[in-house]
């Protein structure tokens, strides 16, 4: 079944695909929603919303990507495993499809130890991994987790994430491919800073034929600073942060390392376009959104593409 997604259309044209992020408030304050948004209006083909993340509390994502869409933009409606149980997620998931959300990204979720509620109890009623094979069997099978018919199935497009990173090494690349047999139709990967490890981890993907099975997006978060860089190489699990981008922003003034780190990314992003079975960007400007536009200007990422009309 077709979503009706603006970004499936994009990326199954065969078009270079450039997703964004944005980071719903601590607060009721839906302004704070709406002008990030006019950031990242005609910088991207879809905006993920994220949902609590680093476990701490948030606008729900549903709540931000109605107010993102009356702005103009596509949201991806992320979705974590920590926080709801199977029931919830179904019910929510058919909420989105009725407010006209047609992306959903299937994670895990941050563990609570890590945000404001240590002491939350946490749920995991499911993983990334069975939730993205219950969105599938709602959107494909129109049944429920529990066996029942759903009257009018959820038209959504499935995304992941990836970690081409994270220990083992060896099994990331058999991670990817078991979410993809899941029903992952597109997946994020996380932030891509070294370059050879990702070079490696996209051919073990077009080896086994993954990259023909569902879409990659390659991560790309900007660094704002020399201070961002060694805090993400030491303290972020499964981040790789070489040495040589920290000496780079080391050899820059601190007033001018914001802007070395926007071309820092711009060069990881046309080295990125040039990869062989990669589909796209994912854009994570984190608390960032109002230097999106600039960052897509330098990286020669503009205008973004129109996509081929909706099919009946």
């Not at 270079?16 to 719903?24: D, I, K, Q, V, W």
């Not at 490890?197 to 900007?222: C, H, N, S």
């Amino acid at each position: 079944m077709k979503s009706g997604s603006r970004l499936e259309r994009i990326l199954k044209s065969g078009r270079f695909a450039l997703t964004g992020e944005l980071g719903p408030p601590r607060g009721a304050d839906a302004d704070a929603v709406r002008v990030k948004a006019r950031h990242l209006c005609g910088m991207v083909d879809a905006v993920n919303i994220t949902d609590n993340q680093t476990a701490v509390v948030r606008m729900s994502s549903l709540g931000a990507c109605l107010i993102a869409m009356r702005e103009g933009l596509e949201p991806v409606y992320q979705m974590v495993c920590r926080d709801r149980n199977r029931i919830a997620m179904q019910s929510d998931i058919l909420g989105a499809a009725a407010l006209g959300v047609r992306n959903i990204l299937c994670l895990s979720g941050d563990h609570q130890c890590f945000g404001d509620h240590p002491n939350c109890k946490k749920v995991f009623d499911l993983d990334s991994m069975q939730l993205i094979s219950m969105v599938k069997a709602m959107r494909d099978e129109a049944r429920f987790q529990g066996g029942a018919e759903i009257t009018a199935p959820p038209r959504m497009f499935i995304g992941a994430a990836a970690n081409p990173f994270a220990e083992p090494h060896a099994f990331r690349v058999m991670r990817l491919a078991k979410k993809i047999a899941a029903g992952a139709d597109v997946v994020q990967t996380q932030c891509v800073y070294n370059m050879e490890r990702f070079r490696a981890w996209m051919a073990q993907a077009r080896d086994m034929g993954l990259t023909e099975k569902a879409y990659i997006l390659a991560g790309v978060t900007p660094l704002k600073s020399l201070g961002m860089a060694r805090y993400m190489q030491k303290n972020v699990p499964g981040m790789d942060v070489p040495d040589e981008l920290i000496k780079r922003l080391q050899g820059v003034e601190k007033k001018d390392q914001a802007k070395e780190g926007i071309t820092i990314c711009c060069e990881q992003i046309q080295q990125l376009r040039e990869m062989k079975g990669l589909a796209g960007i994912h854009l994570m400007a984190i608390e960032w959104e109002h230097r999106v536009p600039e960052i897509v200007q330098k990286a020669g990422l503009l205008p973004r593409p129109e996509p081929e009309p909706e099919q009946p």
